[in-house]
């Protein structure tokens, strides 16, 4: 019989990657969503906010894959969209624990969405292990909550694995699509500096870690979901010009403009980090894509 997968978040950008590929490992996948649907892959319902999941979702389950968390690069940083942060995270967390007990689900495994953002936004390039200290600005603080909460499941004795991930780099949306997006038009730019790093992930690198940690067992604690080789913000920006055949002659948007139209959102591009990858290459795990160039050009090769 095919192990059961919970997934929340299971219809988002990394979500709608991963329920196939761990279908074509056998594995049975079942949803968490705002509204039931059957199907080969079913949706069962919950609610954070009631504080409602339907306990039929919980049936045999072997995992739970949280990925749920609304988007902090969608829209200014309202105080209801904090709340919203905190709650699809931090509240969410809670609420799979409290079910996972309440029913006495025996998992094998509780894996986790997590960001490097837990290490603060900063300028320089000094690198960041699962062992470094933690930022003070409002993202990190945020992904410390969500991560304690996750080590609960620890608590528990569910062996736990949490998630940093990088700039996810999708043919399908994120932070790819939207650098690209003015590049096409001819306005693509550099933003800030330039010189801030991103840590970055190809979108089929990052499924395949998920999928690797459910098998291999040793596996526990966090992971920086990165790919090995970081790019600036402006290296970045040229790869994808590059890649799509289109000329880079705007300067660079200056920062003060950037935090006019975003507020403190501004902190995600205008911040970054340079992240290492080497605990969870350590524990077995060879990426696909190692430089940004080849990750860019396997995504966007149909534009």
Known sequence: MAQKILITGGT?????????LLQEQGFEVRLLSR???SGAVPRFQWNVSEN???DAAFEDISYIIHLAGAGVAEGRWTDDRKKEFFSSRVDATNLLLKKVKDLDVKLEAFLCASAV??????????VKTEESSFGSDYLAKLTVDWENAAENFKKEGIRTVKFRIGVVLSETGGA?????????????????????YMSWVHIGDLCRMIAF????????????????????????????????????????????VLKMMFGEMASIVLGGSVVSSSKIEAAGFN?????????????????
């Open 117 to 126: 953002g837990i290490y603060g936004n900063y300028e320089g390039s000094e």
């Open 52 to 54: 409602y999941i339907d």
């Open 35 to 37: 509204t039931k649907k």
């Open 176 to 196: 790819l699509k939207k650098i690209a997006q003015p590049i096409k038009l001819f306005a693509g730019a550099p933003l800030g500096p330039g010189n801030q």
């Open 12 to 20: 988002g950008l990394v979500g709608s990657k991963l329920v196939p």
């Open 213 to 256: 940690a459910i098998e291999n067992k040793e596996m526990q604690g966090p992971y920086n979901a990165v790919n090995p080789n970081p790019v600036t913000n402006q290296e970045m920006t040229k790869i994808i010009a590059k890649t799509l055949k289109k000329p880079l002659w705007l300067p660079n948007v200056p920062s003060f």
């Open 287 to 303: 990426p696909e894509f190692t430089e940004a160039q080849s990750a860019i050009s396997d995504l966007l090769s149909d534009n």
